[in-house]
């Protein structure tokens, strides 16, 4: 991390009223930047990240159909994001319909389709062990009433990322060590056609491509992806213990995460 970089970047983490890690690897010569990476954040909805990738596995495997029809029970419709709690239940998406509707308008009642399709939580964390992403953690289906909740959940259990490990999973995804490379492809075509890029892009220059996945819980925000252009980076954005609450596209941790990117993305230009 240069002096330069150090130095923009310490009043956007003092300034901060909870606490912000990162990190980011440029594609073409590993040149690193980070900042508390190795702490433990909660992962909100960029864990549905490792579901797709899972899922596509299980694809690759012959295990499950990317065009099979799954069914949409009435009772499986959860609120929070998403589209799928206003649909008639019943309706047989497909599971890559399941797939983009979990990663591009982070629909909670898709995210639970695909993890009990897939096998469930200890399925998923058995895979993150093998990727070597031995701190981050999947609890279980999203915006379950309490009595469905698991007893993790009901104790208040949060799924977990790092910055560091988030970077680990993303770059293993790129050089095609977790898929083949037509779902390779399709895996980066999915995130970037996320529709919540107030964080890493917001203040990147206009048309610059990303594929992303953004998160967010009271307190907290989050987004990791691929910034593309010129010379292209991962980057990993976590932010925890926010005073400011809102749901906002101008919340406190948006805005800090935002300005981190761009001091990331003229870095890695550089």
């Not at 240069?2 to 990190?23: A, C, H, M, Q």
Request: with cysteine; proline share 3%.
């Amino acid at each position: 991390m240069s002096t330069t970089f150090r130095n923009d970047l310490e009043p956007i983490v003092n300034g901060f009223s909870g606490k912000i890690g990162f990190k980011a690897v440029r594609l073409s010569d590993g040149l690193t930047i980070e900042h508390d990476a190795s702490t433990v954040f909660p992962a909100a909805s960029v864990m549905k990240v490792w579901l797709m990738i899972v899922a596509l596995q299980q694809v690759q495997a012959g295990q499950l159909e990317l065009h099979g029809r799954i069914p949409l029970p009435s009772d499986e419709r959860v609120g929070g994001s998403g589209v799928l709690m206003r649909v008639e239940g019943g309706a047989g998406l497909t599971l890559l319909d399941y797939l983009n509707l979990m990663i591009v308008v982070s629909d909670n009642t898709a995210t639970n389709i695909v993890l009990e399709t897939i096998g469930g939580r200890d399925v998923v964390n058995a895979e993150l062990q093998v990727w070597g992403a031995s701190h981050t953690t999947v609890v279980g289906k999203l915006m379950l009433p309490f009595e469905r909740k698991n007893e993790d959940q009901k104790v208040g259990k949060l799924a977990e990322i790092t910055p560091a490990e988030c970077v680990l999973i993303l770059e293993q995804l790129h050089a095609g060590k977790l898929l083949n490379s037509d779902l390779t492809a399709l895996a980066l075509e999915i995130m970037g056609a996320q529709q919540y890029t107030e964080i890493i892009g917001r203040y990147l220059p206009d048309g610059l491509a990303t594929a992303t996945k953004s998160g967010q819980i009271t307190g907290v925000r989050s987004d990791i992806g691929y910034v593309w252009g010129d010379k292209p980076h991962i980057v990993a954005l976590c932010s925890k213990d926010c005073s400011d609450i809102r749901f906002h596209i101008d919340n406190e941790a948006v805005l800090a995460l935002a300005k981190v990117s761009k001091l990331i993305f003229d870095a890695m230009q550089s």
